[in-house]
Structures are given as structure tokens and as C-alpha cells.
């Protein structure tokens, strides 16, 4: 019990590093990973609805919504003063449009009338948030973007895959779950190869996306068991926060090179 609370502390704890002081406005770097983590935050919020629904480590699951839903109204504010062009000013306006429903019906007691509702606001919220991540990678103009926005995705996947799982163990359904589902394990499987043979990888990169895939080959079999209509909820819940934590950690490390990289490009600027 002490080792599982441990972890879940840990896991807040990972995520609440993206925190900034008001006055502190964000970098380019920052930016990009804390707009991704609205993507994750989207689906870890629906994730933690369903748990409630159907009885899932109801107390974990409590906290995690209530934090989760503090981060995402934190985060916005903060992108929202960093916002460097209109365009991506309007973008963070329209998840916001979103997100305010989004948040009304998430935190009432949760019931199966109301969760497809909950699930399809929270992919119209995660739309929306994926744009604005794309807006600001492009934005920054730093190549080693595009490794923070894809890592932090897997975050959000992670998440995805827990609250479709999730969609399935309460039985619920709806035209193109299955696919949805496998399409999200689909995705993490591939990125993670591809983040697995980047140049740019430090040691300490190359250990944690190893701890990753072992990690990620063990749920796979949690996840196939869902086909055959045997579900283990708590089991899966519990690998998708592990998978959540080591993939925090290692988006902060790329975010660490793209602040380098950006530097350095504005240092080279100033002596031209």
C-alpha cells in the first residue's frame, strides 16, 4: 500500500513540474510541453469519470480528477498569457469554449447516461488541444519540437487508452470504439520506436524509453484480454500511470534539449 501511494504521489508530482509561477512567463520550450500536457489531461479527466462510474479505485480516482481539472484551468491561464501570435491565442479561446462544459458535466457524479457525453467532449477538448501544441511547435521553429510534442503525446495516449478501456470494462460502446482503441495502442507502439531511434537521445533518455517498452510489452497482453470481453480495470489503470510517469520524466528531459537548442539559436542571432 505505502509503495502504490508512493507512486501515485510521484506521479502528481511529475506533473505538477510543469506548474509556473504567474509572473514567470513560459518559454517556447515550456510552452510545447504544457499544451501537450492539456492533450493528456483531456483524457486522464474522462479516464478518472469512468473509474468513479463503475467503482475503480474510487478515491485515487477523486484526487486525480480533482487535480487534473485545477492543472487544465492553470495551464490554460498560463498559455493564454504566453499566447506569442493570434492565431494561437484563438486556438487556446476555442479549447476554452470546449473546455467549460467539458468541466461541468466531468465533475458531477458520474453515471452512464451521461459518460459518452463525457468521452466526446473530452475528444472535441483533446482536438482542439492538439492543434494548439502543433501551433506553437511550428511557432518555436526549433526541430527538437517535434520530440517534446511527440513524447508528451504518448502521455496523453497512455491516458486515451486507459479511458477506452475504461469505455469498454463499464459496458458502454459506440460506432468506432474498437478501432478508436487500437488505433491509440497502434499509435504508442510506433512513436515509441520512433522516439526510441532519435540521434538526439541522452543515456538518461535511452534508459527511461527502455523502462518504457518493458513496461509497455507487459500491458499489451492486459490490453488484447479486452477482445475476448475479459476485463482487469485496476490492472490496466494502474500500467497506464506507470507509463504516464516515465514518459512525464522523459518529456521534461527533451523539453530540456529544446531549451538549449533555442538558445543557442538566439545567441547565434544576437552575434549575427
Given amino acids: 500500500m505505502r509503495s502504490r501511494l508512493l507512486s501515485k504521489g510521484l506521479i502528481l508530482l511529475f506533473i505538477c513540474s510543469l506548474c509556473v509561477p504567474a509572473w514567470a512567463k513560459l518559454s517556447d520550450a515550456e510552452a510545447v510541453n504544457m499544451s501537450g500536457l492539456q492533450r493528456m489531461l483531456s483524457q486522464r479527466i474522462a479516464k478518472s469519470y469512468l473509474m468513479i462510474g463503475q467503482q475503480v479505485s474510487v478515491q485515487d480516482a477523486r484526487l486525480q480528477r480533482e487535480k487534473s481539472v485545477a492543472l487544465f484551468e492553470s495551464n490554460l491561464s498560463a498559455l493564454k498569457e ?23 458535466r466531468v465533475l458531477t457524479q458520474p453515471s452512464k447516461a ?17 492543434k494548439v501544441v502543433k501551433m506553437i511547435q511550428d511557432y518555436s521553429k526549433v526541430s527538437s519540437a517535434r520530440l ?32 478508436d482503441l487500437q488505433v491509440a495502442i497502434s499509435e504508442y507502439e510506433t512513436t515509441l520506436q520512433e522516439l526510441s531511434g532519435s540521434d ?42 506507470n507509463l504516464l510517469k516515465h514518459m512525464q520524466t522523459i518529456t521534461k528531459l527533451y523539453e530540456q534539449q529544446m531549451q538549449l537548442a533555442d538558445n543557442n539559436k538566439n545567441l547565434a542571432s544576437h552575434k549575427s
Avoid at 513524447?151 to 463499464?170: C, H
Wanted: glycine share 8%; proline share 3%.
Fill in 82 to 104: 504566453y499566447a506569442p501570435t493570434p492565431d494561437i491565442s484563438a486556438g487556446l479561446t476555442k479549447v476554452e469554449g470546449v473546455w467549460s462544459g467539458y468541466k461541468k
Fill in 114 to 130: 451521461e459518460a459518452l457525453t463525457v468521452i466526446r467532449q473530452s475528444d472535441e477538448v483533446l482536438a482542439l488541444s492538439e
Fill in 148 to 179: 517534446v510534442n511527440i513524447s508528451g503525446r504518448q502521455r496523453m495516449l497512455s491516458q486515451r487508452i486507459g479511458k477506452l478501456y475504461l469505455t469498454k470494462s463499464w459496458g458502454l460502446n459506440y460506432d468506432g470504439l474498437n478501432n
Fill in 200 to 241: 538526439l537521445n541522452t543515456a538518461e533518455i535511452k534508459d527511461g524509453l527502455a523502462q518504457v517498452k518493458r513496461i509497455w510489452n507487459f500491458s499489451k497482453a492486459g490490453f488484447a484480454l479486452s477482445s475476448e470481453d475479459l476485463f482487469v480495470p485496476t490492472a490496466i489503470c494502474n500500467t497506464t500511470e
